[in-house]
C-alpha cells in the first residue's frame, strides 16, 4: 500500500544485501479521498476470518526445513514473513537486522561423549545426532547435530569421573556435598526437567566441574514406556534430545544494555557472561549405557529414574581405575546476522500509541511447536486484521505492530536488541505487549502469564473465545475462560483462573522487566506434571505431531490465535485502556503480607522494618480506589484530552515500578515487582531483589553479615519509594 505524509519517524538506515531500507515505527497519512469505516463489528469479523486451515497451511511451511538462527533458512523465512505481512495489507513491513554472537557445532563432526577404557579404547560412543524417524524433513541434511548453544571450551575434555547430579539444582549439588561427592574435576550428568539448563550449568561450573551431560529421562518424558512413543505419540524416543542455550544473560552476549547496531562497541568475548566449561545434550539411550557403568554410591530413591541401572552417583566406574570419560566438542560462537521482521498497522485516532504482538521465527530444528506453532498463529492473524480493514475501510483507533524475532533460542536476543534500540519511544508510547511463543503445547487448557495490569482484559477476552474442545462444550463449559478457571482457578479468588506471573524464557522479558511494558504470554498447555512438553526442542517437533496427535484440526491453535486477536482488539479499540489497576493493589497488597509472614520477625531483629513497604503498599491501594471511583467515575469520554491523560496515566503505571539501576547485584532486570527467578531463569518470583538478598544471607544476622544486611535496608527503601511513585502517578497532582 502507498503512504503518504510520513510525519513520525525515527528510521535508521541498514543496507541488507545491497538495498537500504528504514526501519522504526512510522504514522502514515491518508489520501484526501480518505472515508469514515462504515458500522460493524469488528470483534465479529476478525473472529469469523480466522481460518484454522490457513495456520495449519502456515505451519507445515515453516517447519518443513530446519531454521537455527543466523542461516541461510533463518533469512529466507524472514523474508516469507515480510512477504506474507505485505500481502495481508500491513501498512508498513522492515526487516531489521543486528550482527550478534551465536553459537554453532561443526556440521560434519558432531560432538561425540566416549567412554574410554584403561586402555584408551572407546567402549561407548554417543551418536551426536538424532536419529530420523517417519517425517520427511526429519532427513533434512540441514538439521544440526545435537549441541548446547554456547557451551565453553573447545577440543578433547577428559575426566577420570562423571558423577550423576539428578536436576542439577542448587540442592542437589549440597546433597552430593552432604554425602562426600566431589564434582571438582568431574564431569556432571544431570536431567532436564526442573529448571532452566543455563542454571545447571553455572551451578556446575562454580563447582568446579569441567562439563556437563544434560539429558531428558524417561521417568520426565516417556511415561507409558519405550512402546509408546514419536511417532505414534508425544512421548519421547531414546535419541531424542533437547537443544537449548547454556547462556545465563538475554540479548547479545557482546552489546550488554545496548542494541547490536552498526555502530555498537563490541566488549571481548572473554568478557562475555558466557559459560567456560564443555556442555552437551544426549539421548536416554546414550545416557543409560553411561549410567550402567558408573561407580559410587546408589543414588537417593526419588532421584532413580526409569532407564535400566540403579543410577549410582559417582564419581568412578564400575570397571576399575583408568577408566575415563572424554567429551569431543566441535561447538563454536560467531558472529553472524540474525533478522526481525516488524508489521505495522497504522491506527486512526491514536497512531502514536502502540500495541505490540510477538513471537519468535528461529528454531533449534524444525520447530513445529516452539515457535512455529505461534509464527503460524501471528501470520494468520495479521492476514485477518489486514482482510478487516481492507474489505470494510476500517482501521484501530491506536497502532498495531506485529514482530517476528530472530535469535530468541539464544538469549531472546532479537526482541532484546530490538528493544534496546527503541527503548526510548517504546516507553513513551507502547500500550502493551502480548506475546504467543508455542500456541499450543497440549489441549488440555488455556496457561496464561502476565501483568497484573491485564488480567482484566485477558480474562474478559477469553469469556468471548469458544471453547476448542467438544468435550468441554458438553460439559457446559463453552468458552476457553470456563475450562481455564475449572482446570486452574485462582487459590485465593476461586470464581477466576490462574494467571501466572511471568518469568524469562520468551520475548515479553525486555518489554515487562526492563521497560515496564505490561506484557502477557498465552498458550495452550498439557495436564501432565513435567517441566515441557516431551519432544521439546528435538527433531520430533513436526507438522504431523501437531496435525495428527495433539491439535486434529488445529482448532485450539484457532482458540489461540482468536484470543490473542481479541486481546489486541480491546486495547486498540477502547478509548478507555482497559487497564485494571485494582488487580495490581490486591496481587501487591497479598505478596506483602507473604513476605511479612515469611520474613518480617528475621528483618525486625535486624533492624530492618517492613513498615514503609506495608504503608506504600496502603497507599497505593488507596490511590487506585480513588482512581477508579473518582478520576474514571467521572471521566467525560468525549473530552479528547482528558481521555488521552487517564490513559497515560493508565499505560504509564507499570513504568513506574522501573528503577533505572537495576536489582541488587542483577543490574539486568529493572522490575522491581517482577523478575525472573535468580535460580531458575524460566519462573518468576515476586519482588525477588529482596528475596534473593534474605535468601543469601540465610540465618546470619546483622553482626556476622552488616554489609547484606545494609543491602537488604536500603532495598527496603527502594521498593517502598517506587510504589509510592506509583501511587501518586495516579493523581493529577503531586
Not at 496457561?447 to 491485564?454: D, F, Y
Request: one cysteine or more; a negative charge.
Amino acid at each position: 500500500m502507498e503512504t503518504k505524509n510520513l510525519v513520525i519517524s525515527f528510521a535508521i538506515l541498514y543496507v541488507v544485501t545491497g538495498v537500504a531500507i528504514g526501519v522504526g515505527l512510522y504514522y502514515a497519512g491518508y489520501n484526501a479521498d480518505h472515508s469514515p469505516a462504515p458500522k460493524m463489528d469488528v470483534f465479529q469479523q476478525l473472529q469469523n476470518e480466522i481460518s484454522a486451515d490457513k495456520i495449519s497451511g502456515y505451519l507445515k511451511n515453516l517447519s518443513s526445513v530446519p531454521h537455527l538462527a543466523g542461516t541461510a533458512q533463518d533469512y529466507e523465512q524472514a523474508v516469507w514473513l515480510h512477504d506474507n505481512f505485505v500481502q495481508s495489507g500491513l501498512d508498513r513491513v522492515v526487516i531489521v537486522p543486528y550482527q550478534v554472537l551465536l553459537s554453532y557445532p561443526n556440521m560434519t563432526q558432531p560432538n561425540i561423549v566416549r567412554l574410554l577404557d584403561d586402555k584408551g579404547l572407546a567402549n561407548i560412543t554417543t551418536s551426536g545426532k538424532q536419529t530420523p524417524i517417519s517425517q520427511p524433513e526429519e532427513f533434512s541434511e540441514l538439521a544440526a547435530p545435537n549441541f548446547n548453544a554456547y557451551s565453553g571450551q573447545t577440543g578433547l575434555i577428559e575426566s577420570d569421573g562423571l558423577v550423576y547430579a539428578h536436576y542439577g539444582q542448587m540442592e542437589d549439588f549440597e546433597y552430593l556435598e552432604s554425602v562426600g561427592v566431589n564434582v571438582s574435576g568431574k564431569i556432571v550428568l544431570a536431567r532436564y526437567g526442573a529448571s532452566f539448563r543455563a542454571n545447571i550449568v553455572d551451578l556446575a561450573q562454580r563447582k568446579g566441574a569441567v562439563g556437563v551431560l544434560l539429558y531428558s529421562d524417561p521417568k520426565d518424558f516417556a511415561k507409558k514406556g519405550r512402546n509408546d512413543i514419536y511417532p505414534d505419540s508425544w512421548w519421547m524416543p531414546g535419541m531424542a534430545v533437547q537443544s537449548g542455550t547454556v547462556y545465563l544473560g538475554n540479548g547479545d552476549p557482546l552489546t550488554p544494555f545496548y542494541p547490536a547496531v552498526e555502530s555498537a562497541y563490541r566488549i571481548p568475548e572473554s568478557e562475555a557472561l558466557l559459560p567456560s566449561i564443555a556442555v552437551q545434550p544426549i539421548g536416554y539411550d546414550e545416557a543409560e549405557l553411561l549410567l550402567q557403568a558408573m561407580g559410587g554410591p546408589p543414588a537417593p530413591d526419588q532421584w532413580q529414574g526409569d532407564l535400566e541401572p540403579v543410577y549410582s552417583l559417582g564419581p568412578g566406574f564400575k570397571y576399575g581405575d583408568g577408566w575415563k570419560l572424554e567429551m569431543d566438542m566441535q561447538t563454536a560462537n560467531k558472529l553472524v546476522t540474525t533478522y526481525n521482521t516488524i508489521g505495522m498497522l497504522y491506527g486512526q485516532e491514536e497512531p502514536d500509541r502502540y500495541v505490540l504482538v510477538g513471537n519468535h521465527r528461529d528454531a533449534w530444528t524444525l520447530g513445529a511447536l516452539d515457535p512455529s506453532s505461534g509464527t503460524a498463529c501471528m501470520l494468520e492473524m495479521a492476514r485477518t486484521f489486514g482482510k478487516v480493514k481492507q474489505d470494510y475501510n476500517w482501521r484501530p483507533r491506536r497502532s498495531l505492530i506485529f514482530c517476528s524475532w530472530g535469535a530468541e533460542e539464544y538469549g531472546l536476543i532479537g526482541s532484546y536488541e530490538w528493544v534496546e534500540e527503541h527503548a526510548k519511544v517504546l516507553s513513551q508510547r507502547a500500550v502493551a505487549y502480548l506475546n504467543v511463543d508455542i500456541a499450543v503445547e497440549g489441549n488440555y487448557s488455556l496457561w496464561g502469564s502476565g501483568a497484573p495490569l491485564m488480567n482484566k482484559v485477558y480474562l474478559d477476552s477469553s469469556k468471548r473465545i469458544a471453547n476448542p474442545s467438544a468435550d468441554e462444550v458438553a460439559q457446559k463449559r463453552p468458552t476457553v475462560f470456563d475450562t481455564w478457571v475449572h482446570r486452574y482457578p485462582d487459590a485465593n479468588h476461586p470464581t477466576k483462573p490462574k494467571v501466572n506471573i511471568l518469568g524469562s524464557g520468551s520475548d515479553y522479558t525486555a518489554f515487562m522487566h526492563v521497560l515496564g511494558v505490561p506484557a502477557i504470554d498465552i498458550r495452550y498447555t498439557y495436564e501432565e506434571d513435567i517441566g515441557s512438553y516431551p519432544l521439546y526442542h528435538t527433531l520430533y517437533e513436526t507438522h504431523h505431531l501437531l496435525a495428527d496427535i495433539m491439535d486434529v484440526g488445529f482448532l485450539h491453535h484457532r482458540a489461540v490465535t482468536q484470543l490473542w486477536a481479541e486481546v489486541a482488539r480491546n486495547l486498540l479499540e477502547s478509548v478507555v485502556l482497559p487497564l485494571d489497576p485494582d488487580w495490581y493493589a490486591t496481587y501487591l497488597a497479598e505478596q506483602v503480607a507473604g513476605i511479612q509472614s515469611r520474613y518480617g520477625s528475621q528483618l525486625e531483629a535486624n533492624n530492618a522494618t517492613m513498615k514503609y513497604f506495608q504503608l506504600a503498599v496502603t497507599h497505593f491501594g488507596e490511590a487506585v480506589r480513588h482512581f477508579q471511583n473518582t478520576t474514571l467515575a467521572n471521566l467525560d469520554t468525549s473530552d479528547v484530552l482528558a481521555v488521552r491523560r487517564v490513559n497515560d496515566q493508565l499505560m504509564q503505571l507499570e513504568r513506574h515500578f522501573i528503577d533505572p539501576h537495576g536489582l541488587p547485584n542483577r543490574p539486568e532486570y529493572n522490575h522491581i515487582v517482577f523478575a525472573p527467578s535468580s535460580s531458575d531463569g524460566y519462573s518468576s518470583s515476586s519482588f525477588s531483589g529482596l528475596t534473593d538478598l534474605l535468601e543469601a544471607v540465610g540465618e546470619q544476622t546483622i553482626v556476622q553479615k552488616p554489609v547484606e544486611w545494609a543491602q537488604i535496608q536500603q532495598h527496603l527503601s527502594v521498593i517502598a519509594f517506587y510504589i509510592e511513585a506509583a501511587a501518586k502517578s495516579l493523581s493529577d497532582h503531586i
